[in-house]
């Protein structure tokens, strides 16, 4: 289990991350919702990443320990995901999150949007305090990404051919883009060469495409219970995912439902049969499975450590999860 390899330092992030808020917050009513996603509760996979990524870096450039600066890349990346999670389920008026109810089902939608703007205003002062520039450049194009990704997936490509590259375009800014710009990050820190933080930057991107192929697919085959947040979702919300586009190549029925975004009775229900009896869902995880082999090709440049493997396992983790 990769998480094992720096359990103790993911733990120690979350305090840090409670206590910068803390810090700004005071007592404010903003400090409960503000600390309400970091309960150790999460899958904590991008620290998880990050940290594991700043090791291996670390030891490939002969250095033994986590850096702070590379720690606190850790604290960022976390709290950009967590904020804009907070901001996605008021986009997707979504009532459950990480097994419990969301801030926007508790605080509703006007202090969820302020919570989610606090968090990330917390994080930029994270980052600055790090001192370099290069880094409050790459960390910062995870923001634009995030809400270009989230835009594009409001709209629909008319073209059939363009379609999975919209989406796959969405995918790499909507979730990898994090991953891959925050391992790029700490490869920064630990001054590794160009290659090397191409290296990271490209484990980071391939991984985080696959976690998002397969967050999808489960979407299609999981259930709220297991997810700790609604399943079935993602129709209901117009999206037209990896499992959907290759089952309308198989039933070209589904083209005009995409266009419409599901929207007339019926739409959800048809599709979703349609999906299940078509190769999608497989196609799909085969898709995953790729990224995360071409991950661990990257990865692999790396000397041999226990964390590099510790990435591998990663790939494997985001291949195998139920959750
Ligand atoms: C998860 O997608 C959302 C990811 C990015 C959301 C970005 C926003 C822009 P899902 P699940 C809201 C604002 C960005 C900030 C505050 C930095 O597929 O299935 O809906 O987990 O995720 O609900
Ligand atoms: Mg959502
Ligand atoms: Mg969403
Ligand atoms: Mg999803
Ligand atoms: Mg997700």
């Known amino acids: 289990d990769p998480l094992k390899l720096v359990e103790k330092e993911v733990s120690l992030l979350t305090d840090d991350i409670r206590k910068e808020l803390y810090n700004s917050a005071g007592s404010g009513d903003i400090l409960e919702p503000a600390q309400y996603h970091f309960d150790g509760k999460g899958k904590s996979l991008r620290p998880m ?6 090791k291996a870096c670390n030891i490939h450039e002969g250095i033994n320990s986590i850096l702070p600066s ?107 883009s994090l991953i891959a710009n925050s391992c790029k990050s700490v490869a920064i820190l630990s001054n590794c060469s160009d290659e090397i933080v191409e290296v990271l930057y490209n484990y ?20 709220e219970e297991l997810l700790g947040k609604p399943a079935a979702a993602d129709l209901k919300l117009g999206l037209a995912t990896a499992p959907v586009l290759f089952a309308s190549q198989q039933y070209p029925e589904l083209h005009a439902m995409i266009m419409r975004r599901f929207n007339e009775p019926g739409d959800v229900e048809k599709a979703w049969q349609l999906v299940n009896k078509s190769d999608g869902l497989e196609h799909t995880r085969s898709m995953a499975r790729q990224h995360c082999k071409e991950a661990v090709f990257q990865i692999n440049k790396l000397k041999d450590s226990v964390e590099r493997r510790g990435l591998v396992a990663v790939t494997e983790k985001i291949l195998s999860r139920q959750k």
């Not at 991984?207 to 999981?222: C, T, V, W, Y």
């Open 49 to 54: 990443v990050v940290l594991l990524a700043a």
């Open 70 to 176: 590379q720690q606190k890349i850790g604290m960022v990346a976390e709290m950009i995901h967590t904020a804009s999670l907070v901001h996605d389920d008021v986009i997707d008026a979504s009532d459950t999150r990480r097994g419990k109810p969301s801030v926007f089902k508790l605080w509703g939608q006007r202090k969820a949007i302020l919570t989610g703007d606090f968090i990330l205003s917390v994080s930029s002062q994270v980052l600055a305090r790090i001192g370099n520039k290069e880094v409050v450049g790459v960390m910062s194009l995870i923001l634009d990404d995030l809400v270009r990704g989230e835009f594009m997936q409001l709209g629909s490509k008319e073209d059939e051919e363009k379609r999975f590259n919209h989406y796959l375009k969405k995918t790499y800014k909507k979730t990898a």
């Open 204 to 223: 980071g991107k391939h991984a985080g495409i696959a976690f998002q192929l397969i967050d999808d697919l489960l979407d299609f085959i999981s259930n």
